[in-house]
C-alpha cells in the first residue's frame, strides 16, 4: 500500500520552511491599501470640516484590510486563495493586524479629549505591525517603516497643528511609496535569483 501524501496543503513543513516561504511572497496588496486610505484621509483633512474629517480616517483604516485583500487578486498574492498550503506566519500576521485594530482601543478616548490627536495615535499605532513582519521576513523595510512612521509622524504632527489630517497622512503615504518600492525590488531579486 503506497502511503505517499500527493496533496501539498496537508504536507508538514517545519516553522524555517514555513517562514522562507512566506518571506518569498511579494506583499504589495497591504502597502498599497494603506497608502491608499491614507491618501483619502489627506484628501479629506484638505476639503473636509473637523466631524466628516475624522469619521473618513476612521472608515478609511477600518478598510485596509478589505481594499488589501481587493488589491491582493492583482498583485498575485490572492489572500482568499484557498489552494495556498497553510502557513503558520499568515497567522501571525493577522495577529499583527488584529493587535492594530485592538489600539483604537487607546486612540479613540484621546480622540474625544482632542479630535486632532487621532491621525497621530492611528497613524503610530497601525504602523506597529510592521516591526514583527520585518522579523518575520528577515528584512529591514519593515523595522524602517515602523520607525520612520513613528519619528516623522510625531514630528509632523507637532510642526504643523493647524494641518494634522493632511501633514500626517502626507507623511504616511510617503513611508509606504518607499516600503512599497522595496519590497518590489525586492520580491524581484528573490525571483530572479
Known amino acids: ?3 505517499t501524501n500527493t496533496n501539498p496543503l496537508n504536507t508538514p513543513r517545519t516553522l ?26 489627506g484628501v479629506a483633512g484638505a476639503f473636509l470640516t473637523p466631524g466628516l474629517e475624522v469619521w473618513v480616517l476612521f472608515g478609511a483604516i477600518g478598510s485596509i484590510l478589505y481594499l488589501g485583500m ?13 489552494q495556498r498550503p ?13 493587535e492594530a485594530v485592538l489600539v483604537f482601543a487607546i ?38 517603516h515602523t520607525l520612520a512612521r513613528t519619528a516623522l509622524v510625531t514630528a509632523s504632527w507637532y510642526l504643523f497643528p493647524g494641518f494634522r489630517f ?16 522595496v519590497l ?4 524581484r531579486r528573490i525571483h530572479r535569483a
Open 1 to 3: 500500500m503506497n502511503m
Open 16 to 41: 524555517d520552511e514555513q517562514r522562507r516561504e512566506f518571506a518569498q511572497r511579494r506583499f504589495l496588496a497591504m502597502p498599497l491599501a494603506g497608502a491608499v486610505a491614507w491618501t483619502i484621509v
Open 70 to 82: 481587493f488589491f491582493s487578486r492583482f498583485t498575485g498574492e490572492n489572500f482568499l486563495d484557498k
Open 86 to 98: 497553510k502557513n503558520v506566519f499568515d497567522g501571525l500576521f493577522l495577529r499583527t493586524v488584529g
Open 107 to 144: 486612540a479613540i478616548p484621546f480622540f474625544r479629549a482632542d479630535y486632532t490627536s487621532l491621525p497621530l495615535s492611528v497613524g503610530i499605532l497601525s504602523g506597529l505591525m510592521w516591526l514583527p513582519f520585518s522579523w518575520i521576513i528577515e528584512h529591514w523595510i519593515g523595522t524602517f
Open 166 to 181: 493632511i501633514a500626517v497622512p502626507a507623511v504616511i503615504v510617503a513611508i509606504y511609496a518607499v516600503t512599497i518600492v
Open 184 to 187: 518590489e525590488t525586492r520580491w
